[in-house]
DNA sequence: GCAAAAGTGTTGGATATACACCCATGT
DNA sequence: ACATGGGTGTATATCCAACACTTTTGC
């Protein structure tokens, strides 16, 4: 082996962090100006993975360094390699989909220029991020469906009609409130727990929590 | 930026090529010595991603120069970067996912020490591998049951019964002949070819084809 | 009493499951 | 004629989709 050979890869990570505010889901951006490819563009927030960390640690460390984010939900998405991804040089990023509940979204303030940005709307971004982007959705989409991972993008306690208004704004389309409540309430995926929310307006709903503790994978949703 | 700090990490790709034969899945392994780490192990084919070429594209090339395979199925699994998974040093390594039919696997022969066994008996392997199997493994399982991607693994024409039996093979339980096939052919999925193919015992049976030209998205099965 | 949001049941259709026998062939 | 694997239909239960009105609250 010629190490020196070897030794060619920078090793990145990217994380496309969604938050759903105002029941349009949203990605956390960075500003980027690398002239002369890169001018006034956005990004996901990234950076390298340093010899002594696995990509998850980079994930987790940048999280909290670029974005001020602690104990966000994070699973890895996929591995973008193309030679010329970034005009600095070949860099290899690992990407992952990081979930933020509404409040810890608002709750914090945002450091340097990062900013939420509507994932529907981001315009063209730096790198490959738009693809980056696509496949966080996507995959968001996909688990939605299929495990309760809905419980990364809400408040632990929660309305009903939140929850509905949590999935009709990621899968784009509405969904039935009676069936959508049967389902979730039938299949023990959600539990009430006895409290009362009043809104500004109207009858005050129950709150609910997610019955199990972690994200599970059952058919949450079918059509409803 | 410091180029020399940044250039630190091995990019590779390890490869899980998967194909059923004799009913059961099989993996390629290939054996390793690396005293004293590695003694007599085996492991999943891979190698080093080179600066000029993609991750994909150094799947595609491995898969043919190590394996002499050409133009199979591939997928991107996952990225493993434990940091001491590999006691030469760092190396991070993109895993795939490839599917190669039974007569394809059946028909070249295997260079090297390379040789086909069984998923579930592959015993303790070099590195991280059999994680990366576990992930294969479960990949699988998960899209032949939600696409069209059993046509990777099964001749281009072929009778009802070996397609049940693939999976049958690959999920691990019993399927319902009735259903299977109710089920595929109303579905559309595959469609009789009109030819019939005589085994070497029994009624004929017919050949089929699978509907579509690509992997496609849909729900193959439930239960059967 | 009105505006606003919460909450609640039923029905028809589709889909899934369970199940057992006859058919075509080679020997 | 028998052994082997191929092929078929029906009845039941479950799940999904569509649909509209009543309740509780604040103003």
């Known amino acids: 082996m010629r190490p020196h050979k070897l030794r060619f890869a920078i090793l990145a990570v990217d994380v496309a962090i969604i938050a759903v505010l105002d029941g349009t889901p949203h990605v956390l951006l960075t500003p980027v100006h690398l002239p002369p490819d890169i001018i006034d563009a956005y990004a996901l927030p990234g950076g390298l993975v340093r010899p002594d960390e696995t990509a998850e640690e980079a994930c987790v460390r940048l999280l909290s360094e670029k974005c001020g984010l602690e104990d966000c939900y994070s699973e890895q998405l996929a591995t973008f390699s193309a030679v010329d991804r970034d005009p600095r040089g070949r860099v290899v990023s690992v990407a992952y989909l990081v979930l933020v509940p509404e409040p810890a979204a608002r709750g914090h303030g945002l450091p340097d220029g990062l900013s939420w940005r509507e994932a529907a709307r981001v315009g063209k971004l730096a ?98």
């Open 127 to 224: 790198y490959d991020h738009n693809e980056i982007v696509a496949a966080a959705l996507g995959r968001l989409r996909a688990e939605l469906q299929s495990t309760t991972i809905a419980r990364q993008l809400i408040a632990p306690q929660f309305t009903l009609s939140e929850l509905q208004s949590l999935y009709e704004s990621v899968l784009g389309r509405a969904l039935d409130k009676r069936n959508f409540r049967k389902k979730l309430i039938a299949d023990g995926v959600v539990r009430p727990t006895g409290k009362m929310l009043q809104a500004a307006l109207g009858r005050p709903s129950e709150l609910y929590r997610f019955a199990g503790s972690k994200v599970e994978v059952i058919s949450v949703l079918s059509g409803s």
